[in-house]
């Protein structure tokens, strides 16, 4: 396989066979036996470049991902309390902490002992406070916690002092007690 330029020279005597092999044999050699060229110092710099880029880009999805996770979990909550808010009524004011801050709620006497039982949580719901059943106030402890503000049922779980608890209990608290 030899190019135009050597076939000419052949026929035309100027060249032989031996010495064109050769010539062939030389150009093979040197494509063969190139080694990858030096990176120059703006191609190490691009590459830097490039791979600081790309772990910008991937921050920067990591966190537009985790901002969509959060938004996901909002509406997520805001879902379930629309579908599972206990209807309120009552003349009762229920009064709690959210915060800093006292609240309240108006209740009837059934939703107050329920409240006071645990199985009613009262959660955070756009600028005002729902009353959810303890199934959906489940599902919302497992999607943000901080949207849930007065659990009885979990607080017991998880508060006070054993020895303390056993003190207080020789002392009765009158039923008609309310706070």
């Known amino acids: 396989m030899r ?13 032989n066979k031996a010495k064109a092999a050769q010539v062939v044999r030389e150009q ?29 880009d991937r921050a920067l999805a990591a ?14 909550v805001r879902q379930i ?6 209807k309120r009524e ?5 009064r709690f902490t959210d915060g800093e801050t006292i609240k309240d709620v108006l209740v009837n006497e059934a939703l107050r002992a329920q409240l006071a039982s645990g199985s ?8 005002g406070y729902e009353l959810l059943p303890r199934i959906a106030a489940d599902k919302v402890y497992a999607r943000d916690a901080a949207m849930i503000v007065l659990d009885h049922g979990r607080a017991e779980a998880g508060s006070g002092n054993g020895e303390d608890d056993e003190y207080y209990k020789q002392f009765e608290v009158p039923d008609d007690l309310i706070w």
């Open 120 to 127: 009613l949580v009262i959660v955070r719901h756009d600028q």
């Open 63 to 76: 966190e537009r991902n985790a901002q969509v996770r959060v938004n996901e979990a909002h509406a997520q």
């Open 3 to 15: 190019n135009p330029l050597q076939e000419q020279l052949l026929k035309a005597g100027l060249v």
């Open 28 to 56: 093979a050699k040197k494509h063969k036996g190139k080694g990858p060229a030096t990176p120059s110092a703006e191609h190490i710099d691009a590459l830097r470049l490039q791979a600081e880029k790309a772990e910008r």
């Open 81 to 86: 309390v629309e579908a599972h808010k206990v």
């Open 90 to 94: 009552g003349e009762i004011a229920y």
